[in-house]
């Protein structure tokens, strides 16, 4: 049973930081383009960085400078370290991987609340 487990969301002042992990099980998040997103009330949801297997990073232009995307293979663990946040930055931020050969597999965690205000 594959399960992505989120942590490390919370409560922090703008132009603090948090960082969040994604704990895998299952599956080798290595073999995965591995990713976070996040949906606020009312948006959809949208990528926030991600990683591919060879380790190629990219990320949206409103993070871009304040988050960090890696990914630790020995403990089978994905991050993503957020500085400077921001009130716009509040959402529920999920943890994703997908594979793409053969055979499509798309996996996702079930999410943490990141809430930036004073």
């Known amino acids: 049973q594959v399960q992505l487990v989120e942590s490390g969301g919370g409560l922090v002042q703008p132009g603090g930081s948090l960082r969040l992990s994604c704990a895998a099980s299952?599956?080798?998040?290595?073999?995965?383009?591995a990713g976070w997103y996040r949906q606020a009330p009312g948006n959809e949801r949208e990528l926030v960085a991600a990683?591919?297997?060879?380790?190629?990073?990219n990320y949206a232009d409103s993070v871009k400078g304040r988050f960090t995307i890696s990914r630790d293979n020995a403990k089978n663990t994905m991050y993503l370290q957020m500085n400077s946040l921001k009130p716009d930055d509040t959402a529920v931020y999920y943890c994703?991987?997908?594979?793409?050969?053969?055979?499509?597999?798309?996996?996702w965690g079930q999410g943490t609340q990141v809430t930036v205000s004073s």
């Open positions: 994703n991987a997908k594979y793409r050969g053969v055979f499509y597999f798309d996996y």
């Open positions: 990683i591919t297997a060879a380790g190629s990073t």
């Open positions: 299952g599956i080798g998040l290595i073999a995965y383009t």
